[in-house]
Nanobody, 124 residues
Framework: QVQLVESGGGLVQAGGSLRLSCAAS????????MGWFHQAPGKVRGFVAA????????NYADSVKDRFTISRDNAKNTVYLQMNSLTPEDKAVYYC?????????????????WGQGTQVTVSS
């Protein structure tokens, strides 16, 4: 079993930045792709960003392109989400997820493992 633990959420003013981290532990597979999703109050969970195991491919939701960056440190089994120019619309619980195939597809059902989420709040 793979455990994912997010950290780095919090309260930030509009225009500010946060960096989320997601550490994988347990029976971590040798190769897995990682994604970030978010769920705002009253809305369904949606795709934010993904990065393939090889790192050669990334994918971003249109709403976060040019503001968010997904990266990973395979040696530390950790993936990051750098979020810049945050707006109140970015307020949500952010989840990381792991997928056992080399992909950046934005669909939830592609990912087998999920973290518990970390809250991001952006004040106007």
């Amino acid at each position: 079993q793979v455990q994912l633990v997010e950290s780095g959420g919090g309260l930030v003013q509009a225009g500010g930045s946060l960096r989320l981290s997601c550490a994988a532990s347990g029976r971590t597979p040798s190769r897995y792709s990682m994604g970030w999703f978010h769920q705002a109050p009253g809305k369904v969970r949606g795709f934010v960003a993904a990065r393939s195991w090889s790192g050669s491919t990334t994918n971003y939701a249109d709403s976060v392109k040019d503001r968010f960056t997904i990266s990973r440190d395979n040696a530390k089994n950790t993936v990051y989400l750098q979020m810049n120019s945050l707006t109140p619309e970015d307020k949500a619980v952010y989840y990381c997820a792991a997928c056992l195939i080399d992909t950046t597809r934005p669909m939830e059902n592609v990912y087998q493992y999920w973290g518990q989420g970390t809250q991001v709040t952006v004040s106007s």
